[in-house]
């Protein structure tokens, strides 16, 4: 089992940057393709960006190419979002998420823990 803990959120004005992390304890953090997902108030949680155990490959939903970037530091123990260029279509809570499958999968696959989750309000 792993535990998640989220940090990093805030408010921003749009244009703005903020960098997430999520730092994991418990079984071995290598054991697991990580990610992050994101729910925006009235709306369904949705798969923001994975990355494999290595931090070989990495994937990204459309809407955030360019302007998001996920990675990990596995002596840290530690994945990482890097945002960019937010926009307040971005606001929501941003939840990591860790899975014993693959970092591919994890865009259509639940995966096996979720941390809180952390605020990101973009203002316009």
């Known amino acids: 089992q792993v535990q998640l803990a989220e940090s990093g959120g805030g408010l921003v004005q749009a244009g703005g940057s903020l960098r997430l992390s999520c730092a994991a304890s418990?079984?071995?953090?290598?054991?697991?393709?990580m990610g992050w997902f994101r729910q925006a108030p009235g709306k369904e949680r949705e798969y923001v960006a994975a990355?494999?155990?290595?931090?070989?490959?990495?994937y990204y939903a459309d809407f955030v190419k360019g302007r998001f970037t996920i990675s990990r530091d596995n002596v840290k123990n530690t994945v990482y979002l890097q945002m960019n260029s937010l926009n307040p279509e971005d606001t929501a809570v941003y939840y990591c998420a860790a899975t014993l499958s693959t970092a591919q999968a994890m865009s259509f696959r639940p995966p096996n823990y979720w941390g809180q989750g952390t605020q990101v309000t973009v203002s316009s």
């Open positions: 418990g079984r071995t953090f290598t054991s697991y393709a």
């Open positions: 990355i494999s155990r290595n931090s070989g490959i990495t």
